[in-house]
């Protein structure tokens, strides 16, 4: 069973940067496709970014394309998201997903394994 533990998270300015990982217990983390969700106070939860195990494929939702990125290292088995020009309305616990899948896209039903997640506050 994969356990996924986050982090990077905090308070950052409107305009600012943060980076977030993912560190991945499953030392053939590659098998995997992972996703960041995030979910802000009183809203479910929405779908961020995905990435293919390969590391091929990535997708995003409109809300955040062209300002994160997701990348990931099979060998040290992380998985990061770097946000940029963060908005308020980005605030939110940000959790990371993986699904033994070569693709699991934005469907968060299709993640069997979850963070415990990490939280980012953006100020305006």
């Known amino acids: 069973q994969v356990q996924l533990v986050e982090s990077g998270g905090g308070l950052v300015q409107a305009g600012g940067s943060l980076r977030l990982s993912c560190a991945a217990s499953?030392?053939?983390?590659?098998?995997?496709?992972t996703g960041w969700f995030r979910q802000a106070p009183g809203k479910e939860r929405e779908f961020v970014a995905a990435i293919s195990r390969s590391a091929l494929s990535t997708y995003y939702a409109d809300s955040v394309k062209g300002r994160f990125t997701i990348s990931r290292d099979n060998a040290k088995n992380t998985v990061h998201l770097q946000m940029n020009s963060l908005k308020p309305e980005d605030t939110a616990v940000y959790y990371c997903a993986a699904a033994e899948e070569s693709w699991a896209g934005s469907d968060y039903r299709v993640y069997d394994y979850w963070g415990q997640g990490t939280q980012v506050t953006v100020s305006s």
């Open positions: 499953e030392l053939t983390f590659s098998r995997y496709a």
